[in-house]
């Protein structure tokens, strides 16, 4: 029977008091620093990036350095066995057998949590396609605990590309589980959230409105969570065209808005956030990037040592005869793969994309 490990394919994974843990300790390894080092001494962590990242792969492996662990893997897929055609299965199980943890980025949706169902080690969701970014959103709630004292009772807007910005979905289901918080989500009608999202947060309670200017809603928010339109998930570069440049933060708006507001974003800016804002004490997308790294050495460390509590990775049902509707989930491109299916109030969910299936 294979070990149960600590993955982190979604915050779901674990219960929300861990997540505050991890925060907890991220915040004393900032303070404390020379307490961690050495330790993660002899452990080693591969790092599997299929898709271009900067702030996440290198604050992954700095965290590691910095915890006197060992690092393995590949950013460019092309100079791997992937080239010849391996399987994420086959990659992940071998890789696995070489390190303590793995920490996987794919442009796939669903397939880091295939890779996990192979793994013999835990396994970290670095971004699966459009779908979720979980460790994007320690960094946020780190950045949020340290820069407003709370993540309850805020409310926070998020701008941009709200469909496929993988950092947005899940935050915003993360925040939904802290009392009081509110959402305005700003984007056009193309770029709105996913329904699946937006029944999260109708079910914890908590409110939304949909809108689509910033200046309106700038006025009334404590968090603006600015985010670059997603070029690479777009199906033409037409859709693209008309989409970019329709939302952009510069000092006029900053002045409409709380002079306790602040401007967070995931990173990489495009043209979303004027040059101006940066000077802005109320950016704080640099500070928040570098929160990042220590968010990591905390879930590193708390990983390894097995201080968390994890669910399991499936607790639908297996259906081999029926495929997922969306193209880009993993159970559509890896054939060796078996469909499961939650069941929401009648609608079969996937497991691996959280798409709702179309019936016919
Ligand atoms: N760096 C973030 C991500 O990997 C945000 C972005 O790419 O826009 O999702």
């Not at 193309?190 to 079910?203: N, Q």
């Not at 669910?311 to 989930?329: F, H, Q, R, T, Y």
């Amino acid at each position: 029977m294979q070990r149960h490990f600590p993955h982190l394919i979604d915050l779901d994974n674990y219960p929300v008091s861990s997540w505050n843990d991890i925060i907890d300790l991220a915040i004393d390894i900032k303070r404390n620093k020379h307490i961690y080092v050495g330790a993660c001494n002899g452990k080693i962590m591969a790092t599997l990036f299929y898709e271009p990242s900067t702030r996440t792969q290198m604050s992954f492996q700095s965290a590691m350095l910095r915890l006197g662990g060992g690092i393995i893997g590949f950013d460019n897929p092309a100079t791997s066995s992937v080239a010849k055609g391996e399987s994420i299965k086959d990659t992940t199980k071998i890789a696995s057998s070489y390190s303590d943890i793995i920490v996987m980025r794919h442009f796939v949706e669903g397939s880091v949590k295939a890779a996990a169902l192979t793994a013999d080690c835990p396994v970290v969701n670095a971004g699966d396609g459009g779908h979720l970014h979980p460790t994007q959103t320690l960094t946020d709630l780190l950045t949020l605990k340290a820069e407003k004292g709370t993540l309850s009772g805020l409310t926070v807007g998020f701008c941009g590309d709200l469909k496929n910005g993988r950092t947005v979905h899940s935050l915003l289901k993360a925040l939904s589980c802290y009392d009081n918080n509110k959402f305005v989500l700003i984007s056009t009608n193309e770029l709105k959230v996913p329904t699946y999202i937006k029944d999260r947060i109708s079910a914890s309670g908590k409110e939304y409105i949909e809108v689509n200017s910033l200046e309106e809603a700038i006025p009334e928010l404590d968090v603006l969570y600015m985010t670059r339109i997603q070029r690479e998930r777009f199906g033409s570069p037409e859709e693209y065209e008309r989409q970019k440049n329709v939302f952009c933060l510069d000092a006029q708006k900053m002045r409409a808005a709380k002079k306790d507001m602040i401007v967070l974003h995931p990173l990489p800016r495009v043209d979303e956030i004027t040059l101006e804002v940066d000077d802005d004490p109320r950016a704080l997308y640099f500070k928040q990037a570098n929160y990042g790294m220590y968010v990591r050495m905390s879930l590193i460390l708390s990983i390894l040592n097995e201080d968390i509590s994890t669910k399991p990775l499936l607790v639908g049902k297996e259906m081999p005869d029926i495929k997922c509707s969306n193209p880009k989930c993993i159970t559509n491109m890896e054939n060796t793969l078996k469909g499961s299916f939650r069941n929401h109030g009648g609608i079969l969910e996937c497991e691996f994309c959280d798409e709702r299936l179309l019936m016919e």
